[in-house]
């Protein structure tokens, strides 16, 4: 088996921020895997707040590319790689090749009938007035997901809500609030309809939340990395985010699907940025998923060949195998 590692930077159209960070790129690593005439793709973006970029993602992929072209299952990747976005690409590219060797579509492998996903669109942190434009600029998309921070944000969602009152809306916090202010907005943000707020504790200092009864839904994102992390997320959250680059990629993020279901938590597909080829096997968890969010691609300058696109109503194309799977 051939391996080629590429990263790939994709600047942002325009800079997006969030809580204590500010894009103005997708720093990427693209993994192609080659094997008896065929050919499977990957993409990992990284976990920024964990400290990856296309540098260390590339640095990993290259510590085991012996062991790649020796033959490796998915099950081998997990053993050789932690979790997070080089495990990621090389387990996306090895679904995408299993996929072209077997002259199946992933949906054909996963025995899934797939259903066109109604994606979120985003809104980056900025004034109430310029949220509020950017809520009416994504008019055609029925649900929005707003980045908020303790920055005055009721007045944000009000101004959003005054110019989106058919949007449903979620909001993710990015561990930019306190429980103490958790408990002051949540019945402010209940009343303008908010579906779910997310990740609005630190990481690693949500314990508080373990018996506590939110009136609007509670969301985990960087607080439930991966399946390691998954039982004591579910004591503290009403929802799961599954993000591919978090996890390590598709095959683990189904079974963190499997676990969410036998709990009866909720499930969000989420993504860090990237192009449409991260986007591709996510539209796989989306199928799962009472809020979905692969809207990395509109943020970029410029997507790969054979994209998604993203219609009116906020449908998303199912993936064609030129682009993955």
């Not at 930077?9 to 065929?38: C, K, M, N, R, W």
């Not at 309809?193 to 009864?213: N, V, Y």
């Amino acid at each position: 088996m051939k391996i080629k590692i590429e990263k790939k930077a994709f600047p942002l159209s325009q800079p997006f921020a969030i809580t204590g960070y500010t894009f103005t790129a997708s720093d990427t690593v693209h993994v192609t895997l080659e094997e008896d005439g065929y050919t499977g793709r990957g993409e990992g973006a990284g976990v920024y707040y964990c400290g990856e970029s296309g540098d260390t993602m590339a640095a990993q992929l290259a510590e085991i590319a012996g062991e790649v072209k020796s033959g490796l299952t998915r099950a081998d990747v997990k053993a050789l790689l932690p979790t997070g976005g080089a495990r990621n690409a090389l387990d996306s590219a090895l679904w995408d090749l299993e996929a072209k060797r077997a002259g199946k579509t992933i949906w054909e492998l996963l025995k899934v009938t797939p259903k066109k996903l109604i994606s979120v669109a985003t809104l980056g942190i900025d004034t109430p007035a310029k949220m509020a434009a950017a809520a009416q600029k994504y008019a055609q998309y029925p649900n929005l997901k707003i980045k908020l921070s303790g920055d005055d944000p009721i007045t944000k969602l009000e101004a959003i809500r005054a110019a989106r009152p058919d949007a449903a809306l979620i909001v993710d916090v990015n561990q930019g609030w306190t429980f103490d202010e958790l408990k002051e907005y949540t019945p402010a943000a209940q009343k303008l309809g908010i579906a779910m707020i997310e990740q609005p504790l630190k990481r690693g200092g949500d314990a508080e939340l373990e018996g506590f009864k939110s009136a609007v839904p509670l969301g985990a994102d960087e607080s439930c990395l991966n399946v390691a992390e998954y039982e004591v997320a579910a004591k503290r959250y009403d929802v799961v985010n599954i993000k591919l680059d978090k996890c390590g990629g598709l095959t683990e993020g189904l079974e963190i699907v499997q676990l969410a279901q036998r709990d009866g938590k909720g499930l969000m597909i989420g993504n860090m940025t990237g192009s449409s080829l991260s986007m591709a096997p996510a539209y796989v968890i989306g199928q799962y998923c009472q809020f979905v969010d692969i809207d990395g691609p509109l943020f970029l300058a410029q997507d790969i060949e054979n994209n998604l696109t993203y219609g009116d109503g906020g449908i998303v194309t199912i993936p064609t195998p030129a682009l993955w799977g």
